[in-house]
C-alpha cells in the first residue's frame, strides 16, 4: 500500500493548511492503461473523490480558481489526481510497467493543459506521375486520433484516417487518398475533430469553442478568448489577468498560483513536493 502526501499552503489570511493523504492499492491487475478523468456515459461513486466503478480509478479534483467569464466562458483552473498510475508498455509477451506522467498529478487550465495524439501507421512509395515522371514519392498514413481533455480524459477518433500527400504529382492526389477528415467523438462529450494528413489536428468542444492542442488560446464561438502569456499567466474573456502560475513543480522549485480576489485583495496557493520511496507488488 502506497501513500502520497499533498500539502497546500493558503493565504495568510486564512491561517489553515490542508493535509491530503491519497491511499491506494499499488498491486493493480490492468491488461493496458486505465482510463482516468471521468469519462462520459461512466457509472461514479465516492466523495469527495470520483469512483469510475468501471475500472476503480479514483479522480481528485482540487479548485484553484472559478470565475465568470463574458457570454458564459468561465475561466477554471484546477489541479487534478488519478490514483491509476501504473500502466503496462511494449509489446505483448515483452511489456514493463511504468508510472504515468507526473505520478498522476495534472494542472487542469482551460488552455495549456489539453492534447492532441496520432500515429504513423504506414507509408509507402507511389510514382509521381506516371509515364511523365516515375519519381517515387513518399505517402504518409496517419490515424489512432485522440484528444486529452483538462481533466485526463482521453476522447478516441478511431475512425480517423488521413494521407500525407506530396506536392505536384496529380497521379498520386487522384488515387482517392482522404487528406482531410472531420468526426465526432462518439462517446457523447460534444467534442469534434478536424484533422489533414499535413500532419496537423484541431479539436471543438459542443459549444464550437476551439481547443486545439499547442495552442495558448482558448476561443469560442463568439471569438472570445482566454489567453495564457509569457510566466505562467492567465488573461480571461475580459482581458483581465485572472491566474499567475510559477515554478516547475519540484522539491525545490513548488508551483505557486496567485490571483485577485472579489474584494480586490491578493491570494495564493502552494504546491509543494515531497520525494518518497514506492514500492510494489505487481
Known amino acids: 500500500m502506497t501513500t502520497i502526501n499533498a500539502i497546500f ?18 498491486a493493480l491487475s490492468a ?3 486505465v482510463q482516468t478523468g471521468t469519462p462520459n456515459y461512466g457509472s461514479f461513486s465516492g466523495g469527495p473523490e ?6 476503480l480509478n479514483a479522480h481528485f479534483s482540487f479548485p484553484v480558481i472559478q470565475k465568470p467569464g463574458r457570454a ?5 483552473y484546477n489541479l487534478g489526481y488519478d490514483t491509476s498510475i501504473w500502466g503496462p508498455v511494449g509489446v505483448s509477451g515483452h511489456q514493463t510497467w511504468q508510472p504515468t506522467a507526473n505520478w498522476g498529478w495534472s494542472l487542469n487550465a482551460p488552455v ?4 492532441i ?6 507509408q509507402w512509395q507511389e510514382p509521381c506521375n506516371p509515364p511523365y515522371n516515375l519519381t517515387e514519392e513518399t505517402i504518409y498514413e496517419y490515424s489512432n486520433f485522440s484528444f486529452t481533455d483538462m481533466f485526463g480524459t482521453p476522447h478516441s477518433f478511431g475512425n480517423i484516417t488521413v494521407y500525407g500527400l506530396p506536392s505536384g504529382c496529380p497521379y498520386i492526389q487522384d488515387q482517392g487518398y482522404q487528406t482531410y477528415q472531420t468526426q465526432t467523438a462518439y462517446d457523447g462529450s460534444g467534442y469534434t475533430m478536424s484533422a489533414s494528413g499535413n ?5 471543438v468542444d459542443a459549444r464550437g469553442s476551439a481547443v486545439s ?16 502569456g509569457t510566466g505562467g499567466t492567465y488573461t480571461d474573456t475580459l482581458g483581465k489577468t485572472v491566474l499567475t502560475v510559477s515554478g516547475s513543480g519540484t522539491p525545490s522549485s513548488p508551483y505557486v498560483f496567485k490571483y485577485t480576489t472579489s474584494t480586490g485583495g491578493s491570494a495564493s496557493y502552494t504546491m509543494k513536493y515531497t520525494s518518497y520511496k514506492i514500492e510494489t507488488n505487481f
Open 117 to 122: 495524439t496520432w500515429s504513423l501507421v504506414s
Open 112 to 115: 495549456t493543459s489539453a492534447a
Open 213 to 228: 492542442s499547442g495552442s495558448n488560446t482558448y476561443t469560442d464561438r463568439n471569438g472570445n478568448e482566454i489567453i495564457a
Open 31 to 33: 491488461s493496458a492503461q
Open 50 to 55: 470520483t469512483i469510475n466503478n468501471a475500472n
Open 72 to 76: 458564459g466562458l468561465a475561466f477554471s
Open 199 to 203: 500532419p496537423s489536428a484541431g479539436v
Open 9 to 26: 499552503r493558503f493565504p495568510a489570511t486564512r491561517a489553515m493548511s490542508l493535509l491530503l493523504t491519497l491511499v491506494f492499492l499499488s
